[in-house]
């Protein structure tokens, strides 16, 4: 008896407090997608990286673009580089927001970088990323990561201990994080 009692309470207590909550709707099951073409046995295999104005990286010479860092699960994430008063590039910098434009497309499908509404370009000098008031160093884009094209590799470290700025290679960094500096559209998402 003490628990029917007890089950009509909670019963009545339930249904009167609670709000109505109806179930979703079941999804519904979505519509096959024609197939696949097949793959063609002729087609070439894609480059190994890409020069601006090529289909497969989407950026062009006399593009503005940001650039931002990639280490996946690090503090560095999706992190915005700027520059510092030194002219050191950096996360967490004093000069957010800094928009770059690739430009001066050479021959061999290299370019340069510039800081927008500048003329100052990127380089590397004694081992860290930093502009210069002159005709910077050549880069190109693997998928739409920054690649220094003297090197053929990313090579790049965030140094925490070193003010967050970006060197190129983990020498007189205690704590390098490498990353991958990414292009990005300004108004897009990584």
Known sequence: MKFAFVAAIISAVSAASLPYCPLP???????PSAPAPPASSTAPAPPASS??????????VGDVVGIITIHSGSD???QGVGVNPDNKLGIHATTENVNYVLEKGNSDGTFQVKIQNTNNFLAVTAGYLEIQPSAGMDWTIDGSDLVLSTAGNRGFVVCPSDGNTIKYSSDNCSDPVGVALHLVKPGSSP
């Not at 709707?25 to 519509?31: F, G, L, N, S, V």
């Open 25 to 31: 709707e079941p999804a519904q099951p979505e519509a």
């Open 51 to 60: 020069s601006p104005g090529s289909s497969s990286s989407g950026f062009a």
């Open 76 to 78: 560095v994430q999706f």
